[in-house]
């Protein structure tokens, strides 16, 4: 209907009726935007008869999502990202009234927004189907592919993250051991004899490993030097096999920090939900869709 620049580039406005929006239990469905637009329709009599007009909005299509703005002053009412809409449809037995159901972000929960236009109803609604696939598509482009892996090495962190904190464990463990094998032996020498001093050993008869000590050149019990100390810096943290922890959040220019890729993962799993237009999805993957 729309040239992929007129979308992406700029928005496609149309001028309806906003009859209002009502929360709703489920995220797709033809039984359930027909119960929102009954319960609205009914309460915007109410308010007819009462003297109000529906009042007159201004809808901005495109990538980014749908706006609804007063005609009069542009003032924002309302800004539904397209990854948060997951049912769009015109109302085939009052040709007038679309709908869909968006997502909010703030309380995420489902809300029908219904309108009333004249001429454009059906046009409007295709062209919302029609933004959602672009949108979909360049997100993909874009490295939207990516969050999966990025998922899995942040799974993969978090283990070596794991297994570090395992492995001191480990070592204050080896300590007590240790302490208790030093106690032992002091009980157990006779009264009044001397205990040659010698370097502290470790249950394994080694120089404990001390990465703030100077090296000690005083052989060990079995007559060997211990094995040269490793110079470390204190500033960088390694992990348990002495490489430093890998951060997919700050590896490369083509990453994200975490907000970002926060953002990324719900937009992913909105576009994976996809868009049901009267019973066609809009949607690079297959999916199951639900009417």
């Given amino acids: 209907m729309h040239t ?14 906003f009859l209002g ?17 009954r319960k609205l329709k009914f309460a915007r ?19 980014y999502g749908v706006k609804i703005l007063d005609p009069k002053t542009k003032e924002v009412q309302h800004n539904c990202q397209l990854h948060r809409i997951s049912f769009c449809a015109d109302d085939k037995t009052d040709k007038r009234i679309f709908t869909f ?3 909010d972000s703030e309380s995420n929960k489902h809300l029908c927004y219904v309108f009333d236009s004249e001429k454009c109803a059906e046009e409007i609604t295709l062209t919302i189907g029609q933004a959602f696939d672009l949108a979909y598509r360049k997100f993909l482009e874009s490295g939207g592919k990516d969050v ?26 080896v300590q007590d051991l ?27 008869d080694m120089v404990p490993f001390s990465p703030i000590s100077p090296q000690s050149s005083t052989p060990t019990r079995n007559g060997t030097q211990p094995p040269p100390v490793p110079s470390r810096s204190a500033e960088i943290k390694r992990d348990l096999f002495g490489a430093e922890p890998f951060d997919p959040f700050s590896c490369g ?7 970002i890729q926060s953002k990324l993962d719900e937009m992913q799993e909105g576009f994976k939900m996809g868009l049901t237009l009267e019973g066609t999805v809009f949607c690079l993957d297959p999916l199951d869709s639900r009417c």
């Avoid at 992929?4 to 009726?17: G, R, V």
């Avoid at 929006?21 to 637009?37: F, H, W, Y």
């Avoid at 990025?150 to 993250?161: D, P, S």
């Avoid at 297994?163 to 464990?169: D, G, K, Y």
């Fill in 101 to 103: 159901i968006c997502k």
């Fill in 45 to 63: 009599h109410i308010k007819k008869s009462e003297g109000q007009k529906t009042p007159k909005v201004e809808l901005q299509i495109s990538i």
């Fill in 178 to 204: 240790e302490n208790q094998l030093r106690i032992t032996q002091v009980h157990a020498s006779p009264a009044g004899s001397v205990i040659p001093k010698s370097p502290s050993t470790d249950i394994f």
């Fill in 4 to 17: 992929p620049e007129a979308l992406s580039k700029h928005y496609i406005p149309y001028n309806a009726k």
């Fill in 21 to 37: 929006s009502t929360e709703v239990e489920q995220p797709k469905g033809t039984e359930v935007v027909r119960d929102a637009v």
């Fill in 253 to 259: 220019a083509g990453d994200f920090p975490p907000d």
């Fill in 148 to 173: 999966e892996t990025r998922k899995q090495i942040a799974g993969l962190q978090k283990r070596i993250q794991e297994l570090e904190t395992e492995n001191t464990e480990l070592k204050n463990k």
